[in-house]
């Protein structure tokens, strides 16, 4: 019996081509009914099919039409229930922010690659950093700074020269974003379940935004973060899984 799959593409003409076809020949499930969720485009319509199916815990199955697509298979139409039914489960496990701005309000976000803090003026940001309620770093001048899971260390975190993380080690990446004082200071691994909280000094005339994936939020004072209890499986076709991809892409350059 075919698998019912719930089909999820992006705007452009080569993803909603093949989203027209896939449609014709398996169907359209309900995302609610759906076994599976297949997202046609690039990681970002990845991580809005995850965001669309949070609470459902529905695997999803990634099929390349964007610019870049490292969350990504292969596109081939044919095959895809068996492939499917063959593909490799990686278990991801987001973070959650918690972004307060500078008028009080309070604002949740779930986010899956990394959550991101970047000065909104051409002054530098200042931010102070605490890991498990523990100060670490007093005063950050910086463009700013991120704290990335291992799924999402080789997207923001990377362009920024953080390390990539493999996924079963169980740190998060925490890394600075061209950082001015200390000059010498290259960011951290710190373990998963740390509880993380950034402190804008002076958020009035160095203003800052909070990013969780692609849910920003303005002026923020404080940005609280914790690893999820939640997790999601992401599935790769056979011999192709996440954690090769992570270690192919330590020997590159």
């Known amino acids: ?122 002054q530098a940001a200042k931010i102070r950093i605490h890991v498990d309620n523990v100060v670490r770093i007093d005063e950050l001048v910086c463009d700013g700074v991120m704290v990335a899971t291992p799924a999402g260390s080789t997207a923001y975190n990377l362009s920024a020269h953080g390390p990539i993380i493999p996924l079963g080690s169980n740190v998060l990446a925490l890394t600075p974003i061209s950082a001015f004082r200390p000059r010498r200071w290259r960011g951290a691994l710190i373990p998963a379940p740390s509880y993380v909280r950034f402190d804008i000094l002076d958020a009035a005339q160095r203003p800052v935004s909070a990013t969780a994936d692609d849910f920003e939020v303005r002026d923020v004072v404080t940005v609280e973060i914790a690893q999820s209890p939640m997790s999601r499986t992401l599935l790769f076709d056979s011999g192709h899984s996440l954690e090769e991809r992570i270690l192919k892409e330590q020997f590159t350059w």
Do not use: W
């Not at 003409?13 to 499930?29: K, M, N, P, R």
């Not at 990504?72 to 063959?86: C, P, Q, Y």
């Not at 899956?112 to 909104?120: A, D, G, K, T």
């Open 1 to 122: 019996m075919a698998r019912p799959i719930h089909f999820i593409a992006s705007q452009n003409s080569d993803a909603q081509d093949t989203f027209t076809s896939l449609i014709e020949h398996h169907g359209q499930c309900v995302l609610s009914e759906a076994n599976v969720i297949v997202a046609i485009g690039g990681d970002g319509t990845l991580l809005h099919a995850l965001r669309a199916s949070e609470g459902l815990n529905i695997p999803v199955y990634g099929l390349n039409k964007g610019s870049v697509g490292f969350l990504m298979n292969s596109v081939n139409e044919h095959g895809l229930a068996e492939k499917i039914g063959r593909a490799e489960q990686v278990i991801i496990h987001p973070l959650e922010m918690l972004a307060t701005d500078i008028h009080g309000q309070s604002k949740k976000a779930t986010a899956f690659n990394e959550v991101s803090l970047l000065r909104q003026v051409s």
